[in-house]
């Protein structure tokens, strides 16, 4: 039986009757194949436990079915990941998987754009998803001139033109702190990531909207700006209460800062909602799991993931460059 095992695709061509063209393309689902034809050469495949050798595959298509998240590779210090980067994740992979690609991380500093050539030219992937939170324009500017097909996580400060999926950090911000302004509250800080990051820019714009709106100014006493790390955010909470003992309110643009706060407000002898409200963002899943459960803008990390994975992979094919925002979410809960 073993003369009878099918080892190359001039095997299955030769069982099913086929060309070796035929086959290559009925396992590659070739629209050029009908699917009857499809069918018996699959089958036959399946039951000779035959799959096409990976290597020689991207060889052929000068594919690697294989995306880069390219990951700034800082170390918390508590050791506790950022969740809704890991729920971001975890719905690219999804995604991913189901278009048949793979994804592999990559780590890149700031001032370091030689992984753009080693992995594009070495053909180990074929696009790249960016953090514009840590994406720098040397890495842009990198990636451009190697016309290296790449989306962003967040829109870049510099370059129009690019594809990108992005949450409405603008209307967050005002949602966020309208719903504080509504609960009574009248001394409203704002605690949010690294000064500089366009994100945080747009949540600060919101946040200073809708104290506009209710007629009051931003008092700088009430703002700090920290890395996306438990310590600082507890760190900057502590200084928070410390300039202005008297704030009843925080809007923290990261939930994984927000448990921090929470725990700082505490250790301060205050309650939380009751002498302090707080809002996060981000809704990350153990948001409703916290105490008290917190009230939070929701951008849906699994969502953010499959969009970027999605339209990547279209910018791959077609070269079609989509920009896409998902809509802010207030979820109000116990902190607020």
Request: negative net charge; contains cysteine; proline residues 4%.
């Amino acid at each position: 039986m073993a003369t009878d095992r099918a080892h190359t695709i001039a095997d299955i061509a030769r069982l099913a009757g086929v060309s070796k063209s035929t086959v290559s393309r009925a396992l590659n689902d070739s629209p050029l194949i009908g699917d009857e034809t499809k069918d018996r050469i699959r089958a036959i495949a399946e039951e000779h436990q035959f799959q096409l050798n990976a290597s020689a595959r991207r060889l052929r298509t000068k594919q690697s079915h294989t995306i880069a998240f390219v990951a700034y590779p800082y170390k918390l210090e508590s050791g506790v990941p950022d969740v809704f980067m890991l729920e971001l994740m975890s719905g690219l992979t999804a995604a991913l998987h189901a278009e048949g690609y793979d994804m592999l991380v990559v780590p890149a500093d700031p001032a370091d754009t030689a992984w753009a050539r080693e992995y594009l030219e070495a053909g180990r992937v074929d696009g790249f998803v960016l953090l514009s939170a840590t994406c720098t324009e040397a890495h842009l500017k990198t990636l451009v001139e190697l016309n290296a097909p790449f989306i962003t996580w967040g829109v870049l400060p510099w370059g129009a033109g690019q594809c990108s999926v992005s949450g409405d950090s603008l209307t967050g911000g005002r949602l966020a702190t309208e719903h504080l302004l509504e609960s009574g509250r009248s001394r409203i800080a704002f605690l949010g990531g690294p000064a500089g990051v366009p994100e945080i820019g747009d949540r600060f714009r919101g946040y200073e909207a809708a104290l506009a709106a209710a007629g009051t100014e931003v008092d700088q006493t009430l703002v700090a700006h920290a890395f996306w790390t438990e310590q600082e955010g507890d760190k900057a909470m502590r200084v928070l209460l410390s300039r202005a003992p008297d704030l009843d309110a925080v809007f923290v643009c990261s939930d994984l800062m927000a448990f921090a706060a929470m725990d700082a407000i505490r250790d301060l002898g205050r309650t939380v909602p009751g002498d302090v409200a707080v809002v996060g963002y981000d809704d990350v899943s153990l948001a409703r799991h916290s105490n008290p459960p917190l009230t939070t803008v929701r951008q849906n990390g699994p969502l953010a993931g499959q969009l970027l994975a999605r339209n990547l992979l279209e910018h791959v094919r077609t070269g079609v460059v989509t920009s896409v925002t998902i809509p802010a979410e207030l979820v109000v809960r116990e902190s607020a």
